[in-house]
Structures are given as C-alpha cells and as structure tokens.
C-alpha cells in the first residue's frame, strides 16, 4: 500500500455557546470553530482522516502540510506508522520538533492511525492495547473566554445542566471564577485555564492563595512562557493550588523536561500539537510510570477529538477528556464528537471510527 494524496482541508464552522464570540488572541472575532483536516488517501482505496492543531497557526499549518508533508509522505507506505512518522520526523528536523510542521505531522499520524485501523478490521483503541470496548468516557466542559461574572455563571450552569461534572474556565480574574462555583455549586470539577496570562511569578502565586476557597482541581498554564519549568517549580512548591500545563509541548523530550523539573500537577500533552497518537501514547506512558496524572489536551471538534477519545479510552483508568462547550451549526462528524449527560461516545467500529459528512465539509469549508 502506498500513500497517494495528503490533504489539508480547511473548514470553518457556526457555533453556539450561550454568549458573544470572544476574542481570538487579538486577531479577531472567534466567531466560527475551526477544524484543519488532513485527508490522506491511498492505492488501496483506503482512505484516513486526520487533525493538525489550527486555530491562529493555520495559514502557516496549511502550507507545512501541503508543501513539506504531504511531498515527504506520498509514495510513503503508510502501514508502518512507527517508521513512517520517525522517517519525516528526522527529515523536518531544522523546522519541527514544535509549532506548524509538527502539527502537521501529528495530523498526519491520526489519519495514518485511522488507515490502521480500517486495514485491520478493528478500533483504534483496540490497536492501542484497550482490551474491552467503553462504551462512553467522562468530557469535562472547556468553555471559551466570556470574560465577565455574569456570562461565566450562566455558561457554567448550562454545562451543568447539560450533565457535565467537571467544568474549566478560560478566565483571568478571581471575580469570574468564584460566580462559576456559585453557579455550579460544590460537587462539580472546577478548573481554570489562563492561557499563559501573568509573566510574575508572585502575581501567581498572590492568584493561588485567592483562589483557594472556589476548591479548583487545577490552574492551568497560569505562567508565559509556558516552558520555563523550573519558575513553575518554584511557584508549585510555594502554594496549595494544583498547577496543570502540557498543551503547548512539542515533543516527547518536552514531556520529560516538565516531568522530571516537577514543574506541574497535570501534564496536558495534545494529540494535534506533539506528533499525532504515536507521540501522545508514549508521552502518557511516561508519565504513568513516573505517576504523574495526564490529562489530555482536546478542545476540539474533528478527528483529533477522536483520536483522544480512542487513547483514553484504551487505558484502564478514567481520565477526563476535554470537550469544547459549543454547539456546532453542523458536525462534520455527526454525533461522534456530541457529549450527553457529560460523556463522550467511544467508537467501536474500524479505524477512529466516525464517517465524514462531506456535503458539511464543502459549505464551511475555507479555500
């Protein structure tokens, strides 16, 4: 078998979320939710569909996957996805390892993962080692930005009232965080994600003491920039309020430094950001043997969701998976990216295991 065609498919989508749109890192409006397929086709007929992490990165993204992948990986063939992925990995190697090639590759390696399975007759979860089919796992609500008190209270209840149990914030101030828990109340998961907001040290750990009567179960990248390990060291050794990071490592070296410095709580390694479900498997076995807790990052709504989904979900033990708290116009992926009473579906059929509606592809979709 041999690949044929490496695709970056773009698309765009309407969503709904209970408030206005927010901001996107200061480029505009988040008014649409982006998924950044890539569409790898074979000789064999067999086609597979994966996700590179998008968003602000993604006309940089595109080009990676359309003028570096896909020209190292046709020809290629795609069922040794270990070789595969070590070959391109080394021949990128002046211009990857984090950032746009990389996410190229790591949709890359979904897709190939999905070719995998559908070759084998089996789920990826199963190919992972998964010994039993789960038929759900626990989503925990990843809410935009909102911004003020009073929207964050009422998105909060909403995901509550929708049956989710653990609940993060994408918020900077005390005030939001504490309407969140009086929205909420007491028995559900509490996290906050500051996107690297505060750049001092005391500032964050001033934040931590404030924050410790809301009982939040983590605050996540709270320091910029994100790989400096040993302040985070510091910092987690000066409070008692769980610290989280992980999203914004590259590769499997950057899982062991923030390890090893004891730098976080939770190490957060994305499936679409640090080489596909090939990295994020190993990552997560390392820090299991280390006993760290890992809880990986998701916040999305295409392949790359479901490629989260089978790796957790071929674990033994429970582990949230992140789930933006949206409602799409339309799902490219139909109901396999659609929580209920706050857990998510685990295919069980051949490869990741969804069908993608094309005719939702080409009228969102962004040349």
Known sequence: ???????????????????????????????????????????????????????????????????????????RDPTDIAALMADLTRMTQSMARSGPVQFALSG????????????????????????EHKPTIPAYASLFRLGTPEYVARVAANAKARGYRHIKLHEHSVETVAAARAAIGPDVSLMVDTNCYWDNPDAIIAVCKALEPYNIAWL????????????????????????????????????????????????????????????????LAY??????????????LGPALVAAIHVIASMPDDIWCEHRFCDLEASPLGDAVVSREGRLPVPDRPGLGFEVDMSVIEKYRVR
Do not use: C
Not at 108 to 131: E, M, N, S, T, Y
Not at 245 to 263: C, P, S, T
């Open 287 to 300: 820090l299991k043997d280390r006993g760290i807790r890992a809880v990986p990052h998701s916040p999305f």
């Open 108 to 131: 890359l390696d979904i897709a190939l993962w999905d070719i995998a399975g559908k070759v084998a007759g089996q789920p990826v979860w199963r190919l992972l080692g998964g010994k």
């Open 1 to 75: 078998m041999k690949i044929t065609k490496v695709e970056p498919i773009f698309v765009g989508i309407p969503y709904d979320h209970g408030a206005p749109k927010p901001q996107r890192h200061g480029i505009g409006a988040w008014d649409v939710q982006p998924i950044l397929f890539v569409k790898v086709e074979t000789d064999a007929g067999i086609t597979g569909w994966g996700e590179a992490f998008s968003h602000a990165s993604t006309p940089v993204t595109r080009t990676a996957i359309s003028e570096i992948v896909a020209k190292l990986a046709v020809g």
């Open 220 to 283: 996540e990248e709270p320091l910029y920039p994100a790989d400096a390990y040993d302040v985070m060291a510091r910092i987690r050794r000066a409070e008692r309020v769980p610290l989280a990071a992980g999203e914004n490592l590259g590769n499997y070296n950057d899982v062991r430094w923030i390890a090893d410095a004891k730098a976080v709580d939770v190490v957060q390694p994305s499936v679409a950001k640090i080489g596909g479900i090939t990295e994020l498997v190993r990552a």
